[in-house]
């Protein structure tokens, strides 16, 4: 048993040294790269330190001062908006007030130039010009659960009006499912069903409308839901 104990230790031993040496062995190889390529790490640690440095600079003392600028400039635009005075909101006054397009040109990589993309979009769609929403719409970015669940529909509308019936589906489908809630998904979800049945796709359309009365049976758009199950569900048994 003493034996069978000294032995034991003298391994535990062994493999402890080898650790050691292992350990040893390569803190020395780092060192001696260390020691061979002293200026390129610098110039890496360097240029890493001026990068968080820039970005630093850039959004805590280059960027407030502008997005309070750009947010200033934005509140007439935002007025014509809700005032449904569109071509002021997008053009500006062609004086001191900026128009929405200003606002992007201008103020690039600010909230207000990435909201402005959205009411951009919004606006071209109200005005039937459609691939200048799209293009608008797709430049726009929300954590937002509303918002960025209306963008995504506004796309699936503008798509829809171009008889693009396959990318409309596909954006309603996205509307919906974006941030689920109980006041826009039941509306791109009844959207997506339409969709569908201009596709001829009766059986995703029952799918949509049966999960709007699943779901979302409290909405407006469950109140008539039934018929267009019904409707749908003949058509698709034809």
């Known amino acids: 048993p003493y034996k069978k104990q000294e032995n034991k230790m003298a391994k535990k031993k062994d493999e402890n040294s080898e650790v050691i040496v292992d350990v040893q062995e390569v803190y020395s190889k780092t060192e001696n790269f260390v020691e061979n390529n002293k200026m390129p790490i610098t110039v890496a640690l360097a240029a890493i330190i001026l990068v968080i440095a820039a970005f630093a600079f850039y959004y805590k003392v280059y960027l407030p001062p502008i997005e309070s600028e750009a947010q200033e400039n934005m509140f007439w635009a935002e007025q014509q908006f809700e005032r449904d005075s569109l071509n002021l909101a997008i053009n500006g006054d062609g ?40 293009y608008e719409l797709k430049e726009f970015s ?97």
Do not use: C, Q, W
């Open 95 to 134: 004086g001191t007030n900026m128009g929405f397009i200003e606002i992007v040109e201008t103020y690039s990589g600010t909230k207000s130039a990435n909201l402005a993309h959205y009411y951009l979009g919004i606006a071209y769609r109200n005005m039937g010009m459609f691939e200048d929403a799209i």
């Open 142 to 238: 929300s954590d937002d659960v509303i918002i960025s669940a209306v963008a995504l529909g506004a796309i699936g509308d503008s798509y829809m009006e171009l008889n693009d019936i396959e990318n409309a589906v596909d954006y309603y489908e996205k509307a919906a499912a974006k941030n689920s809630n109980k006041l826009t998904s039941p509306i791109y979800l009844f959207k997506a069903g339409i969709a569908y049945e201009t596709l001829g796709d009766y059986a995703n359309a029952v799918k949509k409308y049966k999960e709007i009365k699943k779901d979302f049976a409290e909405s407006a758009e469950a109140r008539d839901v039934e018929k267009y199950i019904a409707r749908a569900e003949t058509m698709s048994a034809k």
